[in-house]
């Protein structure tokens, strides 16, 4: 079972301001929910509760120290690992590891390919993407997105493999 990341964060490594996203990337939505639908997603618990809900199509993996109770598409989990042995016994092929700071601290170290949203420029945040060491990482495609109306930063999505 692939371990990929997908993140997007600014040039300064923010990725998130008062529990939200400070961006909104119309485009970038749509990749997220394309590469996502179908598969496994890992969350910590103040992610979920950032987006509300479980994201149909995709189930829903939310760490917590204090599991709550299981639906069809969200299952609770007091640890990265337990999580991961979930996904991996359900058959899963491509694990999504969706954030947020604290999980991707955590599970770096786990990860195989990471897609890679870079916003341009530097942003107001108070969330944070771990430093990465790009000798770790090759790059294995680059498309670049404008500022538009749909898109209210410009950004390069990037996907990485690990080395
Ligand atoms: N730009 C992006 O791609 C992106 C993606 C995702 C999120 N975000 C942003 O990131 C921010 C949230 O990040 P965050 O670091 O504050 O929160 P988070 O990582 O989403 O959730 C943290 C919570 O997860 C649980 N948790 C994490 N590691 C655990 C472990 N090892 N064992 C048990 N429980 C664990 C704990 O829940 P309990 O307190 O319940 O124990 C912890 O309080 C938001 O602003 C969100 O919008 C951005």
Known sequence: ?????????????????????????????????????????????????SIGKPL????SLVISSDPRAVTEQLVWFPSIFRAIKFAERAGEMELFIIGGEKIFKSALSLADRIYLTEVKGD????????????????LVSEQNFPKNADNDHSFDFRVLDRR
Do not use: C
């Open 1 to 49: 079972m692939r371990i990929s990341f997908i993140v997007a964060k600014a040039e300064n490594n923010v990725i998130g301001i008062n529990n939200k996203l400070p961006w909104h990337l119309k485009d970038d939505l749509q990749n997220f929910k394309k590469l996502t639908m179908g598969h496994h997603m890992i969350m910590g618990r103040k992610t979920y509760e």
């Open 56 to 59: 149909p199509g995709r189930m």
């Open 123 to 138: 942003v107001n945040g108070d969330t944070f993407f771990p430093p990465l060491s790009l000798k770790n990482w090759k």
